[in-house]
């Protein structure tokens, strides 16, 4: 019988178990195993592939003895069943059927008969001929045999790459790419798979993708593998009885990883391109791994970037705005000093705006901290918008000064439940936005009801000035993001922590659009009925 040919199926079915343990995947249903469509599942063997020349060659031996046909008819019979033979078996057995046919040809069927002896010159030149044809014919067929089978082995292992090469480009994230690349490595492969990739510790983990689970041998054997850069395992001479291949990811410096795969029980050797097709999709696995870095290294620059101009950015805007109401501070004490409060009867009221002022940024620079460090713990209960609104104008003081603040509440209004002191912080940060960003004068609307239908409640603030620019409307509540403000720059935390406390009371803010004049901020929690209400 001629060497089983490298055939691959493609596109695969898809596994059972995917992601999951070798024990869940075969405990899967599965259908009768099929024969072996990769892995060369025996050697050529010669003694079969003779057994079948000398039988083809006696049937037409027995048959051409009872047959009336002369010998040159028999002699075209033999050199048919030599072109037949050539198309199964390999070039030796063949040249075996061409000299083994002239020979028994000769001995039976030219006379005289039984007899290896020629009469004349014509039969010799005949049997001449019949032998130089059969054994050109027979070696020519076997030769076209064996590059058509090697034209379809290079034309199934480029598919198989761009099978793979298509799945990889294709995948958005490295969890996808390597559940695509094993998918196609066990569906080829006909066995299991696993990467390891090394952890932040150095030391090789499986890939969540893998339908191997290696134990502790095998991640000692893929560690060796990974460390010295060399293929180990099965078909390599190193550890050839292990059960698992092991193949290097290598990349430009050490070794990116390993890819294990366990062949079926019935694979007994792999031949130089079956290896070589090895090789090449654990090269495109580590181009996948070796991008995946590239890009994270490129995020965590670009992430180390945008960090440090933060930085610069909160440095900027904090010496500048502590100046200010610093500078107005140490002015008011020193004519304080000099000349007495009777002579300078405003400067106490300066004192306590530039220091409501101070106590603002810096409570707005510790909020900032405690929501990035998750230290916001609300302690929810029951709270009235009036006493809400009216604590937070206390704490602007002068901020609202010449500024008609209007509170529109709906007749249903309920309680909210929130935490009082982080809900204040909300209000006056709201407040103070819309004051800084309106034309002095300009009135300030508050409008407060139940959304029934979406089952909350809300809080707009509502002003009359430019409004919201397009641009800025996707970046509002990031922080250090600020607009062209009348009242000073800012620090542009003041949305930012809005959103950050709102979400965790269960709430959140938006930013609404509509045809009139200035914007609308409207801040909404969970609405959750009261049954009755203190006194007080």
């Not at 024969?35 to 048959?63: C, K």
């Not at 090697?150 to 099978?163: I, M, P, V």
């Not at 909160?314 to 502590?322: A, K, N």
């Not at 009371?505 to 938006?510: A, K, M």
Request: with cysteine.
């Amino acid at each position: 019988m001629p060497a089983p040919a490298l055939i691959l199926s493609l596109p695969h079915p898809p596994r059972p178990g995917r992601g999951g343990t070798a024990a869940e995947s075969d405990a899967s249903p599965r259908e009768s195993p099929r024969p072996s469509t990769f892995w060369v599942t025996h050697s050529p063997s010669w003694g079969r592939e003779l057994a079948e020349v000398g039988g083809l060659i006696g049937a037409v031996t027995v048959a051409g003895w009872f047959s009336p046909f002369d010998f040159h008819a028999l002699g075209h019979v033999y050199l048919l069943a030599v072109i037949l033979l050539s198309l199964r078996v390999s070039r030796g057995p063949a040249l075996v059927a061409a000299v083994g046919s002239a020979l028994v040809w000769d001995y039976v069927f030219i006379p005289p008969r039984l007899s290896l002896s020629l009469l004349d010159l014509d039969e010799c030149l005949l049997l001449g001929t019949y032998f130089v044809v059969a054994m050109t014919a027979g070696q020519l067929t076997s030769l076209i045999r064996a590059q058509q089978r090697s034209e379809q082995r290079r034309e199934r292992r480029a598919t198989a790459l761009f099978h793979l090469t298509r799945a990889l480009a294709g995948a958005r994230t490295l969890d996808d790419g390597v559940a695509a690349a094993l998918a196609q490595v066990d569906g080829l492969f006909e066995g299991q798979s696993a990467l390891l990739l090394p952890d932040e510790h150095g030391h090789l983990v499986p890939h969540r993708a893998s339908t191997l689970a290696p134990d502790a041998a095998a991640l000692a054997m893929a560690e060796w593998c990974w460390r010295c850069r060399r293929e180990a395992g099965r078909f390599t001479a190193t550890s050839p009885d292990a059960d698992c291949l092991y193949l290097p990811l290598r990349g430009d410096g050490p070794a990116l990883g390993v890819l294990m795969i366990r062949p079926p029980a019935h694979a007994v050797r792999s031949s130089p391109r079956q290896h070589d097709l090895f090789e090449a999709f654990a090269a495109q696995i580590a181009l996948l791994v070796q991008r995946e870095q590239l890009r994270s290294a490129g995020e965590r620059a670009q992430i180390l970037a945008e960090s440090d101009r933060l930085h610069r950015t909160l440095l900027d805007s904090v010496s500048h705005e502590l100046r200010t109401p610093l500078a107005v501070l140490q002015a008011a004490a020193e004519n304080l000093a000099r000349d007495g409060a009777a002579r300078h009867p405003a400067l106490p009221a300066e004192i306590l705006t530039a220091t409501r002022r101070l106590n603002r940024m810096v409570g707005n620079l510790l909020s900032q901290s405690r929501l990035e460090a998750g230290g916001i713990r609300p302690l929810l209960d029951w709270c009235d918008v009036r006493d809400l609104v009216a604590s937070a104008r206390r704490e602007l003081g002068d901020a609202l000064a010449g500024r008609p603040l209007r509170l529109d509440l709906a007749d249903d209004m309920p309680l909210l439940l929130a935490d009082a002191a982080l809900l204040e912080h909300v209000f006056t940060n709201l407040l103070l936005n819309a004051a800084l960003y309106c034309p002095a004068g300009s009135p300030l609307t508050i409008i407060a009801g139940l959304d029934e239908a979406r089952g909350r409640v809300y809080v707009t603030f509502a002003d009359e000035g430019p409004g919201i620019p397009a641009g800025l409307r996707a970046q509002l509540f990031q922080k250090f993001r600020r607009g062209e403000s009348r009242g000073g720059n800012g620090l542009g935390l003041g949305l930012s922590i809005v959103r950050g406390l709102m979400q965790a009371q269960g709430g959140d803010v938006l930013a609404e659009d509509h045809a009139g004049r200035g914007a609308r901020l409207t801040i909404h929690l969970p609405h959750r009925p009261h049954t009755s209400v203190p006194q007080e």
